[in-house]
C-alpha cells in the first residue's frame, strides 16, 4: 500500500515569492497535518484538517495557509517567502481524529530553500 | 500534552539491544506515549505506542513503568540501519492535537 506521498521533493524560491506544498494521504485516512521541520530541530506543528476542516493551527504567521480537498489531499500555502522558511515541510495522515484512530504517519517531506 | 526528557545521545554495538529511556514524569491519566524516528533527512517514521501495558510489535518493545512515569523503547538486535533520531512524545487520547516533538535522541548503532 502506498503511504503518504508529497510534492515537490525540493524546491527552490525566492524571497517575497509564494510556494504551494501537495500532500496525499494514505487511502483511507481522512485527516492531514502539516509540520515544518528546521535542519537541527524536531518537526513543529502548523495546521492539522480533519473532514476538511481546520482542526488545530500551531503558532505560525497567516502567511501560512492550508486547506484539504474531497479526496482528502491537502495543500500548504506559503506567502511571502522569507528566509527563515527554509525547511523540511512534512506531511502526516491518520484514519481520524478520534481515540485509537489517530496514530500520524509521515511522508518523505519538501525540503524548501528560500534565497 | 506533557513534556518528555531523553538523553541527547547514546550508542549502541550491532546486534545488541538498543535501550531508550524517555521520562514523562508529569503524564496525565489519558495520555499515550508515542515513539517515533527519524533517519537522515527523512519523514519520521512511527514506531509503537502505548498507555500503561508494555507493547511489543515487529520493530520494537514498548516498556512503561507502572506509575507511567518513565517508558524504554527497546530495539532487540540493533542493525547499523536503525541508526537516527529517536523521538519520546505524551499525546492525549481521543483528541485532535499534534505531535509535540522535543530534541529525541540521537542513537548511533556501531559496527
Known amino acids: 500500500d502506498a503511504g503518504v506521498t508529497q510534492s515537490p521533493t525540493h524546491l527552490i524560491k525566492t524571497r517575497g515569492q509564494h510556494v504551494t506544498l501537495r500532500c496525499s494521504p494514505i487511502?483511507?485516512?481522512?485527516?492531514v497535518s502539516w509540520y515544518q521541520q528546521v535542519l537541527g530541530q524536531g518537526p513543529q506543528f502548523i495546521f492539522q484538517?480533519?473532514?476538511?476542516?481546520?482542526?488545530g493551527r500551531g503558532n505560525f504567521p497567516d502567511r501560512f495557509s492550508a486547506r484539504q480537498f474531497p479526496n482528502y489531499s491537502s495543500e500548504l500555502n506559503v506567502n511571502a517567502l522569507l528566509l527563515g522558511d527554509s525547511a523540511l515541510y512534512l506531511c502526516?495522515?491518520?484514519?481520524?481524529?478520534?481515540?485509537?484512530?489517530?496514530?500520524?504517519?509521515f511522508g518523505p517531506g519538501t525540503r524548501l530553500l528560500v534565497l | 500534552d506533557a513534556k518528555t526528557t531523553q538523553p541527547t545521545s547514546m550508542d549502541c554495538a550491532e546486534g545488541r539491544a538498543a535501550n531508550l529511556p524517555c521520562n514523562h514524569s508529569?503524564?496525565?491519566?489519558?495520555?499515550?506515549v508515542y515513539w517515533y524516528r527519524q533517519i537522515h533527512s527523512q519523514g519520521p517514521q512511527y514506531i509503537i505506542h502505548?498507555?500503561?501495558n508494555n507493547e511489543t510489535n515487529e520493530m520494537a518493545s514498548l516498556i512503561i513503568t507502572e506509575d507511567r512515569k518513565s517508558s524504554t523503547l527497546i530495539l532487540p538486535h540493533a542493525t547499523l540501519r536503525d541508526t537516527a533520531v529517536y523521538y519520546c512524545?505524551?499525546?492525549?487520547?481521543?483528541?485532535?492535537?499534534?505531535?509535540?516533538f522535543g530534541s529525541g535522541t540521537q542513537l548511533t548503532v556501531l559496527p
Open positions: 502526516a495522515s491518520s484514519l481520524a481524529a478520534t481515540s485509537g484512530q489517530e496514530t500520524q504517519y
Open positions: 487511502s483511507g485516512h481522512k485527516s
Open positions: 484538517y480533519y473532514e476538511k476542516e481546520e482542526r
Open positions: 508529569t503524564i496525565s491519566g489519558n495520555e499515550y
Open positions: 502505548g498507555l500503561k
Open positions: 512524545i505524551v499525546r492525549a487520547s481521543g483528541s485532535a492535537r499534534q505531535l509535540t
